[in-house]
């Protein structure tokens, strides 16, 4: 079993900038995705960015060239770098992690975005 916890959401001004943390433990592969989705009230589930063990990335068209996702594999964690934050950002954003043919989720952190 894999556990992830997440920090860093909150409530920002549109155009602010907030950083997402997601630590992982417990049965940790070497070989994994971990990333971000997010989910806005009435809508379903979207991949917002993901990072492979090996560094390749990507992003949703929506966040392209606001968002950078990075990772610390010596320390199992993935951190989402959102700027210029919109009010369409708003949304419940979960971590999550793929290894060895396992899905893990974190419970998830509310990002509100004023305008």
């Known amino acids: 079993q894999v556990q992830l916890v997440e920090s860093g959401g909150g409530l920002v001004q549109a155009g602010e900038s907030l950083r997402l943390s997601c630590a992982a433990s417990g049965s940790i592969s070497r070989f994994n995705v971990m990333g971000w989705y997010r989910q806005a009230p009435g809508k379903q589930r979207e991949m917002v960015a993901l990072?492979?063990?090996?560094?390749?990335?990507n992003y949703a068209d929506s966040v392209k060239g606001r968002f950078t996702i990075s990772r610390d594999n010596a320390k199992h964690t993935v951190y989402l770098q959102m700027n210029s934050l919109k009010p369409e950002d708003t949304a419940v954003y979960y971590c999550?992690?793929?290894?060895?043919?396992?899905?893990?989720w974190g419970q998830g952190t509310q990002v509100t975005v004023s305008s």
């Open positions: 990072i492979t063990s090996g560094g390749d990335i």
């Open positions: 999550n992690r793929r290894q060895i043919g396992m899905n893990y």
